[in-house]
């Protein structure tokens, strides 16, 4: 049995995670209180607290640690932020980087080959894993490691910036397993890829 491999994030209509410059206002910023209201974020904390491994990139590691570990600790941070930050800050994670040489909060850093770590890592037995960051996906893409599929859309197009698919050398087929409407019409779509 191998372990699941998960790539959600937020992504625009027209399929980019940031617009150009690293932009990701079109989201509303990351917080309750933000365009797509309190449910989609509970539904992200959730899914934080439920995900055995996370696995991401350097750019987007950094976004993350520079937000998250102390958020429980600032002044009118609410509940569920609160909440959030102490799961995110708990949750193992494996950042894959060759550019930075240390990383902190329940976090082991890779700097070989990210594609045969992520292999070896679906053959553990353990939670399922969620992997996030364009590039990072996009080599385990390529690689056919990913076994499920999970967009956030968000009702906005930004015409260009970092795309949540990469391109690929051969179609992946897949099965529609849930669909959900959040506030602000945004909307959840889960495939599981087809094998």
Sequence with gaps: MMRKLTFGMNVTLDGYIAAPGDDLGWSG????????????????????????????????????????????????????????ARRWRDMPKVVFSSTIDKVDWNTRLVTGDAVAEITRLKTE??????????????????????????????PVL????????TALDSWVNLNLVET????????????????
């Design 125 to 154: 037995d353990a939670g399922s894993m969620d992997i996030v960051g364009a590039t990072l996906a996009g080599a385990a893409m390529r690689a056919g490691l990913i076994d499920e599929y999970l967009l956030v859309t968000y």
């Design 29 to 84: 910023g990351e917080g309750p209180d933000s365009s797509s209201g309190d449910e989609l974020f509970q539904w992200w904390s959730d899914r934080v607290a439920a995900t055995g491994l996370a696995l991401y990139g350097r750019k987007l590691w950094e976004v993350m640690s520079s937000a998250w570990p102390t958020a429980d600790q600032r002044p009118g941070a609410t509940q569920a932020e609160i909440e959030f």
């Design 158 to 165: 930004v015409g260009g910036g970092t795309p949540f698919f």
């Design 180 to 195: 959900r409407t959040f506030p602000g019409g945004v909307v959840l779509t889960r495939y599981e890829t087809r094998r």
